[in-house]
């Protein structure tokens, strides 16, 4: 049976589209070569090599798709965002903030398609229905319903573009997690611009919800947006950002989380003196002492470097739950990143043998950098 296409369903023949569309490219952005990579949230990102940016395309929409109502959408965010990418101050009027809306949604679902099948299936990606709603909602040109965005300004490496989405789930205290997620994050930096949304799968459970940053609420909004306003979101501070962990819910009790299913590796357990810790690359285990275990139930945060025997080198930071894989990749680039984390080096000493982490400051551990 042929694909059909991933908005409206048609099996007609299927064409390629930019997740970027061919627009971004010609602005005045840095296309130098980088490295591209797709991935689930709690594995290894797979490696899609170095290449021109911005050119990444998926062959998943029909032609009255791509060729119609998505290629309408781009040629109208182009006129937007086009200064907001390259940095130029101004105001967003509120006849186009849907529109940007509109395109860090569509923006998203065509992403998440660069995900292969296998990834799919085992629940990587966005569900069906989300393509479904937002073809059959195209025509009033706004995201979905129950969704909220907020647009700020991106202050790291220049080149850098993502294009990011994690599970979320409402959490009341004593109710058990969902067995699925009932939401997501989805962030988008292309430039300068950084665009941050929030959609309730489950719309029963929307909630008011606040923005850490202090980014103004892009949609829905009733008046002009300045831009930039608010924190800007640094290259530090981007993981915590794109996980949806500055989004504060406005109702007492109620809470949002990551959903444990994509975000969380399986639980560690103690192995002679140590905790042993799954690798991103489902394949190794990392090792760490106990101690630190113990310093985290008592509120003390250590991070530390490691590697397992694919040579991929991990950032592990421990936090009241557990132990958290920060980032993974290069050891130049892992050392770099630890390198400037605050805190004072400390040489753990026990009968398994010498550790060394960095002994983290509070107010590392409770403030964006």
């Given at each position: 049976?042929?694909?059909?296409?991933?908005?409206?369903g048609s099996?007609?023949?299927?064409?390629r589209?930019?997740?970027?569309g061919?627009?971004?490219s010609?602005?005045?952005?840095?296309?130098s070569?980088?490295?591209?990579?797709?991935?689930?949230l709690?594995?290894?990102?797979?490696?899609?090599g170095?290449?021109?940016?911005?050119?990444?395309t998926?062959?998943k929409?029909c032609a009255?798709?791509?060729?119609g109502?998505?290629s309408?959408?781009?040629?109208?965010?182009?006129r937007?965002?086009?200064?907001?990418i390259?940095?130029?101050?101004?105001?967003?009027?509120p006849?186009d903030?849907?529109l940007?809306?509109?395109?860090?949604?569509?923006?998203?679902?065509?992403?998440?398609?660069?995900?292969?099948?296998?990834?799919?299936?085992?629940g990587?990606?966005?569900p069906q229905s989300?393509?479904?709603?937002?073809?059959?909602?195209?025509?009033r040109m706004?995201p979905?319903?129950?969704?909220r965005f907020?647009?700020g300004?991106?202050d790291?490496?220049?080149?850098?573009?993502?294009?990011d989405?994690t599970?979320?789930?409402v959490?009341?205290?004593?109710?058990?997690?969902?067995?699925?997620?009932q939401g997501y994050?989805m962030t988008?930096?292309?430039?300068e611009?950084?665009?941050?949304?929030l959609?309730?799968?489950?719309?029963?459970?929307?909630v008011d919800?606040a923005?850490d940053?202090?980014?103004?609420q892009?949609?829905?909004?009733?008046?002009?947006v300045?831009?930039?306003?608010?924190?800007?979101?640094?290259?530090a501070?981007f993981r915590?950002?794109?996980?949806?962990?500055?989004?504060?819910?406005?109702?007492?009790?109620?809470?949002?989380?990551?959903?444990t299913?994509?975000?969380?590796?399986?639980r560690?357990?103690?192995?002679?003196?140590?905790?042993k810790l799954?690798?991103?690359?489902g394949?190794?285990f990392l090792y760490?002492?106990?101690?630190?275990?113990?310093e985290?139930f008592?509120g003390?945060f250590?991070a530390f470097?490691m590697a397992?025997?694919?040579q991929?080198?991990?950032l592990?930071?421990?936090?009241s739950?557990?132990a958290h894989?920060?980032a993974?990749?290069t050891?130049?680039?892992i050392?770099e990143?630890?390198?400037?984390?605050?805190?004072d080096e400390v040489l753990?000493?026990?009968?398994?043998?010498?550790f060394?982490?960095?002994?983290?400051?509070?107010e590392?551990m409770t403030v964006?950098i």
């Open positions: 049976m042929p694909d059909s296409c991933a908005f409206c099996i007609e023949p299927l064409t589209e930019h997740v970027f061919q627009w971004v010609k602005i005045g952005l840095d296309l070569p980088v490295r591209h990579q797709a991935g689930p709690n594995g290894l990102p797979r490696d899609m170095e290449q021109p940016p911005y050119r990444q998926v062959k929409f009255a798709c791509n060729n109502w998505m309408q959408l781009e040629t109208a965010a182009q937007v965002l086009t200064p907001l390259l940095g130029e101050s101004g105001a967003i009027e006849e903030q849907a940007i809306a509109m395109w860090a949604q569509k923006t998203t679902l065509t992403a998440m398609l660069l995900f292969s099948k296998e990834q799919q299936k085992a990587y990606g966005l989300e393509y479904l709603a937002f073809y059959d909602g195209r025509e706004q979905l319903e129950a969704s907020w647009v300004r991106y790291g490496t220049a080149g850098f573009a993502a294009v989405v599970p979320l789930t959490r009341i205290p004593g109710v058990p997690e969902p067995d699925l997620p994050a988008i930096v292309l430039g611009l950084i665009v941050h949304g959609r309730f799968t489950t719309p029963a459970l929307e919800v923005m940053l202090g980014m103004p892009l949609w829905p909004s009733r008046v002009s300045s831009w930039p306003a608010g924190q800007p979101c640094t290259e501070a915590r950002f794109a996980a949806g962990e500055m989004l504060r819910s406005t109702v007492e009790y109620v809470e949002l989380r990551p959903w299913g994509a975000t969380e590796l399986s560690s357990v103690v192995v002679d003196g140590n905790v799954p690798a991103l690359c394949k190794h760490y002492p106990i101690s630190l275990a113990e985290a008592r003390i250590n470097t397992c025997e694919c991929t080198a991990y592990i930071q421990t936090e739950d557990g894989c920060k993974a990749g050891a130049d680039w050392s990143m630890y390198e400037d984390l605050p805190g753990i000493r026990d009968q398994v043998g010498d060394v982490c960095k002994r983290l400051p509070a590392a964006a």
